[in-house]
């Protein structure tokens, strides 16, 4: 029996496969979007309509997976909002809003961020608030930190929200005031809640915007090779959207939702049975929504992710202070029972090593019963008591890891003043985790992360120092990794977290044709030259969706 000619036969270059069976190889053939043969019987593949690619020597690999972004806010904040580094300073950040607010109409939210989350002191004050009115122009503002977790709100968003003196703080959040008693805009997780919805009432973002923020956060993502991701906080709204864009024919990505089953930051709607009910409308040919979110505490700066040992009093927190789960045992475990009974996995964020082992826990509970299937995350984990470091492996729990949260940077020096040194130094055990037999999977949680390059996330994984040179020095260097276990990382074990290993993260046959060409091969270069890497093509079942000499870049930041 003849196989059949292959539509789009790449040649002449090293084509890392990441596939067992297959190795590296220098041609591949494409048959209908997925990986027909690679080798000479791909070069047999060659008929009058196949597309030929000379690749010019280039390196080949897998496109990469991130397991961890928030892509539609993303989408969002580049082409509707304020885009701004969290490395300013406060009086610069201010300037940069007042320059934006300029472009606005006098009614116009200020929206986006971000400011960094080691200003909160100097931004909860009444004098600051006073300053943020002046640069908005007396607009309602809404501007995140670097998080997301938390805000800063002008006086018109605060009156337009009901946020008043006597305003109690809601469930999971709180509004901060000043010695008077009055607000001062910084709001605490779900603090922010209360005028991200006086938002959404107000200023609601219309359908044909909706689609156009998920397009744009998956068209940037190609840009940086990624061809596969886990949205890690799906609204309704945006499963709608993906949904929307595949039946168009527009989303060339393998997207896994998670939906959101509590929700302190976004003010999301609905929430946990209200849109997992409609799971199934949503799915389409290349959208998964086969997860759910939870938010399990909040982030270490604000005092809110949950740890076993307490605060720094001298940071301001009351003593024996140690933040707290959003959930008791009991709900927590009803929440992974009732969904693995639907066959539905969990990401579950975790900062503090409280949380961390109430996951463990409650998932050792869920495997017992009898559900080995449902995939478990635990997202962040920056912190895991030494005890707890050998379960993920006996849980088959995934450390879902985000770099660009913990190697040097704003982030980690805002950590290390709330926690005792010896404690903040020790974030994120990934050789220990990977020593025990777990499995790490890449993400970048962008837009909190300045992006979603993997190549400066890889480089971070292995030097334990920040990327862009900004900051100095090495966190927790014993941790380090080699530069193959950070590659799979972002391609064979985020596919496997993720459940997409069948058709994504490698490039053997039957798999989709999802591959990225680039400026250099990372096993030749010097390590400082891996996070200098790009993509300079994205192809996707085939197809090629982005080139870097045909396409604008990612804009420039402020």
Request: hydrophobic share 40%.
């Amino acid at each position: 029996m003849l196989e059949p000619e292959a539509d789009l036969l790449l040649v002449n270059g090293t084509i890392d496969t990441l596939e067992d069976r297959v190795g590296r190889t220098d041609a591949l053939a494409v048959v209908a979007g997925k990986v027909a043969a690679a080798g000479e019987e791909a070069l047999a593949r060659r008929g009058t309509g196949t597309h030929v690619v000379d690749l010019e020597g280039a390196y080949v690999m897998p496109g990469l997976l991130d397991v961890h972004n928030h892509f539609f806010l993303a989408g969002q904040m580049d082409l509707f909002e304020l885009d701004a580094p969290p490395t300013l300073s406060l009086s610069k950040f201010l300037e940069v809003i007042a320059d934006y607010a300029a472009t606005l109409p006098d009614d116009g939210w200020v929206l986006g961020g971000s400011w960094g989350s080691g200003l909160l002191s100097e931004i909860n004050t009444s004098e600051a608030l006073a300053r943020l009115d002046a640069a908005t122009g007396g607009r309602p503002a809404l501007l995140k930190d670097d998080s997301k977790h938390n805000r800063w709100a002008s006086s018109r968003a605060l009156d337009l929200a009901g946020i008043g003196p006597d305003t109690p703080n809601p469930a999971g959040g709180q509004i901060l005031r000043g010695t008077s008693g009055r607000p001062t805009g910084a709001l605490i997780e779900a603090g922010g809640v209360l005028v991200e919805r006086a938002l959404a009432r107000l200023q609601p973002m219309p359908p044909e915007s909706l689609a156009r923020s998920a397009a744009r956060g998956v068209e940037l993502l190609h840009s940086y090779g990624i061809t596969a991701f886990q949205d890690a906080a799906a609204s309704l709204q945006t499963m709608r959207a993906l949904k929307e864009l595949d039946d168009a024919g527009q989303l060339d990505a393998w997207v896994v939702t998670s939906m959101q089953a509590n929700d302190f930051i976004f003010g999301t709607d609905p929430l946990g049975e209200g849109i997992i009910g409609h799971r199934e409308e949503t799915r389409s040919e290349h959208h998964r929504p086969d997860f759910i979110k939870i938010f399990l505490d909040g982030v270490p700066p604000a005092g809110t992710g949950a740890f076993m040992e307490p605060y720094l009093e001298s940071a301001g927190f009351p003593p024996c202070h140690c933040g707290s789960t959003t959930m008791r045992p009991d709900e927590l475990e009803k929440w992974l029972l009732s969904t693995a009974e639907r066959g539905i996995s969990a990401k579950i964020h975790c900062t503090g090593d409280a949380s961390v082992r109430l996951v463990l826990d409650t998932v050792r509970i869920i495997r017992e019963a009898g559900f080995s299937t449902p995939r478990y995350h635990i997202a962040h984990g920056q912190f895991v008591h030494p005890d707890d470091v050998v379960r993920f492996a006996e849980l088959d729990v995934t450390a879902d890891i985000s770099p660009s949260l913990w190697f040097p940077g704003v982030i980690s020096e805002a950590i290390a003043t709330v926690l005792p040194a010896e404690r903040a130094s020790k974030m994120q055990p990934n050789r220990s985790l990977l020593d025990a037999g777990a499995r790490l999977a890449g993400g970048s949680d962008w837009p909190v992360s300045v992006s979603p390059n993997a190549w400066e996330a890889i480089y971070g994984l292995v030097t334990r120092q920040d990327p862009s040179g900004q900051f100095p020095g090495t966190l927790w260097p014993e941790q380090a990794i080699t530069l193959e276990e950070a590659i799979r990382a972002y391609t064979t074990d985020s596919a496997e977290a993720m459940g997409l290993a069948d058709i994504a993260g490698s490039l053997g046959p039957g798999r989709s044709a999802d591959f990225i060409v680039l400026s250099a091969n990372p096993h030749e270069v010097p390590i400082d030259g891996v996070r200098r890497i790009r993509a300079r093509q994205t192809w996707f079942a085939g197809r090629k969706v982005y080139d870097e000499t045909h396409m604008a870049a990612p804009a420039a930041r402020l």
